[in-house]
């Protein structure tokens, strides 16, 4: 395992170490487990500034702030060709699971 310091520095080792705590091949499942949970989470992406897949609408943009959950490692400035392919999966994700987080929410 890296360590701490060498980890941040490692935007790829860290979206890797992000995603494996997910079902990605199953976003909505995650987002309807965890809204059973009372825990929605919206998941942002870094780029030039950070941003919210698969939302859209000032109120689902203040829901979202409300519940952000920022994957690290994701950048505009991408460092490897496993890096942009980890980025574009965070992506991929962040849509799915934002989008049924929205359409199934029980809070405004």
Do not use: W
């Not at 890296?2 to 080792?13: C, H, M």
């Amino acid at each position: 395992m890296l360590p701490l310091v060498g980890l941040a520095a490692d935007q790829p080792a860290t979206l890797r170490l992000e995603l494996q705590t997910l079902d990605t091949m199953h976003p909505e499942a995650d987002a309807a487990r965890d809204i059973a949970a009372k825990k929605p989470r919206c998941f942002s992406i870094n780029g030039y500034g950070s941003f919210f897949p698969g939302v859209d609408g000032k109120e689902a943009e203040r829901f979202c702030y409300r519940h952000e959950q920022n994957f690290r490692g994701t950048s505009d400035d991408v460092s490897s060709s496993e890096h942009l392919k980890l980025v574009n999966e965070a992506v991929a994700y962040a849509e799915a699971y934002n989008r049924h987080v929205l359409a199934h929410r029980t809070e405004p």
